[in-house]
């Protein structure tokens, strides 16, 4: 398979492998991210402080929506993965073509459930009546654009199981530049507010999903699609979904459970909600260089467990540790010195800058721990056990995070301990992953192709 655009990981230097692997990941999901903080910068600072809040307070609506969707396209990187590292073409083919049908399907589910359920769910979370009305407005033109996401992003977990990183982000780039051009044309020139950045949002996503389908149907590579081929192979389906679901469900289950650690945010008043917004905002885009390695160690050890090299996908757990732990302390760093000048970025409002800060500076000096179960997670998917993250990583964000808002709400009044809330959490899951990492020998247990 001798392409330019195809990464065989089963040889040569593990942490350059996942170095430049990473790095295209990394840009391009900083252009991801762009999506939604140009949307909150240019309503924060051209609409008002309510119109920032509905944009923000969405967000864990937004990963609750897609979770499901985003284990689908994990899990299919994994099956096609190890197909490639095991140089199996016949059923890498299958596992691509049942990957695409299977998409289409549940982003006309998805997107139907996020409209009609849009109002019920802001409300579960206590948003305040000042920016009910346009969160609604944002979420449910949200949701009929999400076809858009899931096509880019599961034709991205497409070439990213190949060991390509690099034509994703130059399709993103693309289609983020589009959405800054369309934020600023609906808000500025066309007055639209909320609705416009919301309208700029899933225009620009569609057209990074076309792009990238358009490349994929015109391909002449092993992971090319044809529409004579496409259908569902319902025993690959079977292997996408076992590896696939179990990180899904954990995504949108604790993104679920998120809703309700805003409601507890939400009750200190609307400037806590766009503080807590701005955070939400300068996190993701905090974890990307430590996602975007855990996305490379899963494609990593996925070709090596395709290819039967346990020793090698044991050192790729330990060199991805290594290098996200040295990135994170450096942004631990740059945080917490110029976190006032991040934060206002997005909105000028003294209340709101007070809880932003705070939110910024108190948590991220728990990045490297967050670091640490994301990658440890990553690897243990790429071999392809996706229930061991899901059950810890529920038992962590959910039920042990959901208990200590509960019981710590009710002996304080004070926003710190609701805020720690997140951190604990991660301290929580990472003790649990190393325990299972160092007790079940997780390395040596590679799934069997079928």
Not at 146 to 156: D, I, R, V
Not at 425 to 448: A, P, Y
Request: with cysteine; glycine share 8%.
């Amino acid at each position: 398979m001798p392409n330019s655009t195809i990464k065989d990981m089963t040889d040569g230097t593990i942490w350059k492998h996942l170095v430049s692997f990473a790095f295209p990941l990394f840009i391009g999901n900083i252009f991801q991210q762009l999506y939604n903080t140009v949307d909150s910068i240019v309503v924060g600072n051209f609409v008002g402080a309510d119109a920032l809040g509905a944009v923000t307070s969405t967000i864990p609506i937004v990963i609750t929506l897609i979770g499901l969707f985003i284990g689908l396209t994990m899990g299919a990187s994994v099956v096609i993965s190890q197909y490639f590292g095991a140089k199996d073409i016949p059923n890498l083919r299958k596992a691509t073509h049942t990957a695409v049908v299977s998409a289409v399907i549940m982003a006309i589910i998805i997107s139907a459930i996020g409209y009609f359920s849009t109002p019920y769910l802001l409300r579960m979370m206590n948003t305040p009546e000042s920016v009910f009305r346009e969160a609604v407005v944002y979420l449910q033109i949200f949701s009929l654009g999400l076809g858009g996401t899931m096509l880019y992003n599961m034709g991205s977990a497409i070439l990213r199981a190949v060991g390509d990183s690099k034509r994703p982000l130059y399709f993103l780039i693309l289609a983020s530049i589009l959405n800054i051009f369309l934020d600023l044309l609906f808000v500025i020139k066309f007055e639209s507010g909320v609705a416009g950045v919301a309208y700029a949002t899933i225009i620009a996503q569609l057209v990074s999903g076309i792009i990238i389908f358009w490349i994929l149907f015109n391909s002449h590579e092993v992971h090319s699609l044809s529409w004579h081929e496409m259908k569902i192979d319902a025993r690959i389906l079977r292997r996408i979904i076992s590896v696939g679901f179990p990180a899904g469900f954990q995504m949108a289950v604790t993104s679920f459970s998120n809703v309700f650690v805003q409601s507890y945010i939400n009750a200190y008043g609307a400037a806590s909600t766009a503080g807590w917004g701005i955070y939400a905002r300068v996190d993701a885009f905090v974890i990307l260089p430590t996602q975007s390695m855990a996305m490379a160690v899963t494609t990593f050890v996925g070709q090596n467990a395709g290819a039967r090299k346990p020793d090698r996908i044991h050192k790729g757990l330990l060199q991805g540790l290594c290098i996200s732990w040295g990135i994170s302390a450096c942004i631990i760093t740059c945080l917490y010195i110029f976190a006032p000048y991040i934060a206002s970025l997005f909105n000028q409002d003294a209340a709101v800058l007070g809880f932003a800060v705070l939110f910024i500076r108190l948590n991220c000096f728990f990045d490297p721990i967050n670091a640490t179960d994301q990658i440890q997670a990553g690897a243990l998917r790429g071999v392809g056990d996706s229930r061991s993250p899901m059950i810890i990583m529920l038992m962590s964000f959910v039920v042990f995070r959901q208990i200590y808002l509960f019981i710590i709400s009710r002996l304080t009044e004070s926003v710190y301990f609701i805020a720690i809330g997140y951190p604990l959490g991660w301290i929580v899951c990472t003790t649990l992953m190393t325990i299972h990492i160092v007790r079940s020998g997780w390395d040596k247990k590679i799934e069997m192709l079928k």
